[in-house]
């Protein structure tokens, strides 16, 4: 296998770097390596990079920024009357950084590492890596830009003893790793343009991830908005104009903003001062003068919530402040000062190294590059699972659906668990397979990812169905689910770009076991009690809570009190479920009808 490329896909720059001689060096493409993740038209010409980011202030409505945030949607965008997909986008970017690395290096880039934000989902994950494949590429591995960030500190540090992070080249005799000072924990603070996340890793021999969290919507975008709207504010006391949703107006002031706010990292006061600013009948100015104070507290509920996702990834490795020996800001936004100035409170300056937040992730990846590839084997990077991924099931209770975890979040992958499930009735046609993420017990507060049905052989209540999850390296999900003895198996294909059209696909009948190449063993816990699917008591509750109260009402709910209790009691005390299930379906149907002769009332009313 040739060199594999390592590129930090950002949501406002990306970078591309590669292993040289086991040292990652960033290539400098559009001159300093930083590259706008930014697409515009001019003409018939599509320019990335930093001429397409010089457009973008005069030319928003041909410019494409930010893409990342689009990832895993369905939304398509618009360039020069053409749609494009999310993918086409990033892809785009893809191309032009190995494209122009290509002319650096003189070498074809066919094979790369991509990162994603630990936080980002499965459907953002398969959509990074339909891009790599847009763009021609053989994408080998998706890693989590934290992990990317630490994997290159810890790469550093170990090659040259002092982590003089500023200069990735930096000259020093190389201690072997035995040298190094053991283990110690670290936390990735990564605030860019659009995400934020943070870990906190076990560094050592071995870089493991124990907890990610963060926020896909929170980024130095927002802190450019609030500056933004102060602008249009004062624009409005003194122009009368209200150019909140005039675009060029506002895409000039994101980058007046912008400006102001990296000079607030250097300055403690900024002048804001711009002739041209494009309103419906000419020009119109803004002077005014921000201080980075004002700024901080205009910000301040952004840094809060940073902080609390801190406290929260601490909370999940159950590592307190003290344990955490190194604190790594990754992130062009970290250079903001306040960003510091807050995490040394709770950790203190001595634990906070300084790396360069715009090259590390970048550089990692071609870290990690070089181990695929074999080039460079001394660190083995475990990671972990962002959310928890469970199946709807109804409660022991019969209450209420919960999602009942199959595989939790900061679990290591790859991974392949199984957990039984049963029936709920005897002859149960179908059970309802819908997998959700996220750390709710509610499905209505999860991402539902996927769903399919599994047709039922005719069984007792209680019948096992197992279902396996499984979930790989690169942080996409399969699901096998079996109704046990009876050989009825249904294997979901997740279209997670479009959950919806994936439920229709419904059931696929398939032969024999799934292969589990590189996964760990099977476990398989099997649960007490039927958790499980029951479409009468679903439809029942369902029809409860849209009837108006009343004598029948009061029946159907005391039927179906029955019927769950029986179903529970799964015929012990002399319970007859069928008998009972009998008498809720011909309530259900009676409603049914009369809602029917209602609706026909209606209709020859008007
Ligand atoms: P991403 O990973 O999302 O692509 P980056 O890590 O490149 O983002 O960070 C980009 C963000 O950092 C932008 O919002 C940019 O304005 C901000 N930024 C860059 N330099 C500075 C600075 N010196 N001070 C404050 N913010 C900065
Ligand atoms: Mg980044």
């Not at 002092?162 to 990735?168: I, V």
């Amino acid at each position: 296998m040739g060199k594999i490329y390592g590129i930090d896909l950002g949501t406002t720059n990306s970078c591309i770097s590669v292993l040289q001689e086991g040292r990652p060096h960033i290539i400098p493409v559009d001159g300093n390596g930083i590259v706008p993740s930014v697409v515009s038209l001019d003409g018939t010409n599509l320019l990335v990079g930093r001429k397409a980011w010089n457009r973008a202030a005069a030319f928003p409505e041909q410019t494409i920024r930010s893409v990342k945030r689009l990832m895993g949607t369905m939304e398509k965008l618009t360039l020069g009357g053409k749609e494009y997909e999310p993918e086409d986008i990033s892809a785009m970017i893809l191309r032009y950084l190995c494209d122009e690395a290509h002319k650096i290096e003189g070498r074809e880039i066919e094979n790369v590492v991509i990162t994603v934000p630990a936080y980002f989902s499965d459907a953002q994950r398969r959509a990074t890596m339909e891009a790599g494949k847009r763009a021609g590429l053989a994408v080998e591995r998706i890693i989590n830009e934290p992990t990317a960030a630490a994997l290159f500190y810890d790469h550093v540090f170990a090659s040259y003893g002092e982590p003089d992070l500023k200069n990735s080249s930096a000259k020093g005799s190389r201690p072997a790793p035995s040298q190094r000072t053991g283990e110690e924990y670290a936390l990735v603070y990564d605030l860019g343009g659009g995400t934020f996340d943070v870990s906190v890793l076990r560094m050592g021999e071995i870089i493991e991830v124990l907890a990610s969290t963060g926020d896909t919507h929170l980024g130095g975008d927002d802190f450019d908005k609030r500056i933004v709207t102060r602008i249009l504010r004062q624009i409005k006391e003194k122009d009368g104009l209200d150019l909140e949703d005039h675009v060029p107006a506002v895409a000039r002031l994101n980058a007046v903003a912008e400006k102001a706010k990296i000079s607030l990292s250097e300055k403690a006061s900024v002048r804001i001062e711009e002739t041209h600013i494009p309103a419906p009948k000419g020009n119109c100015t803004v002077s005014m003068e921000l201080s980075r104070e004002e700024f901080e507290s205009m910000t301040e509920d952004f840094v809060d919530r940073t902080v609390a996702s801190v406290e929260k990834a601490m909370e999940e490795a159950q590592l307190s402040a003290e344990k955490i020996g190194k604190v790594l800001l990754v992130g062009g936004m970290t250079r903001m000062p306040v960003i510091a100035a807050r995490l040394e409170k709770i950790f203190g300056s001595a634990r906070m190294p300084v790396v360069d937040p715009d090259l590390s992730v970048a550089n990692g990846a071609a870290i990690q590059g070089g181990i695929i590839s074999g080039e460079n084997c001394e660190q083995i990077l475990v990671d972990v699972t962002p959310h928890t991924l469970s199946l709807e099931s109804i409660s022991f209770d019969f209450e209420r659906l919960e999602c009942a975890p199959i595989i939790p979040r900061n679990t290591q992958i790859p991974v392949t668990r199984a957990r039984t499930f049963g029936t709920v009735s005897y002859h149960q046609k179908a059970a309802e397979l819908k997998v959700y993420q996220g750390e709710s017990h509610f499905p209505e507060d999860n991402t539902l990812i996927g769903e399919t049905y599994l047709e039922l052989a005719p069984a007792e209540a209680h019948c096992p169905i197992v279902v396996e999850y499984s979930y790989d390296l690169n942080g996409i999900v399969h699901m096998v689910a079996e109704q046990k003895g009876y050989s009825r198996k249904t294997e979901v294909r997740i279209d997670s770009r479009n959950p919806q059209l994936f439920s229709s696909q419904g059931l696929k009948e398939i032969e024999g076991d799934t292969e589990n190449e590189d996964e760990e063993e099977i476990e398989v816990e099997v649960e007490e009690g039927a958790n499980a699917i029951n479409f009468v008591t679903q439809h029942a509750r369902n029809m409860l809570s849209k009837m108006p109260a009343g004598e029948k009402k009061d029946v159907l709910a005391e039927t179906l009190a029955r019927y769950e209790r029986a179903l529970l009691d799964d015929g012990d005390d002399g319970n007859n479920v069928d008998e009972i299930e009998d008498e809720l379906l011909s309530l259900m149907e009676e409603e049914i009808e009369v809602a029917d002769e209602d609706a026909d009332d209606n209709a020859d009313e008007e």
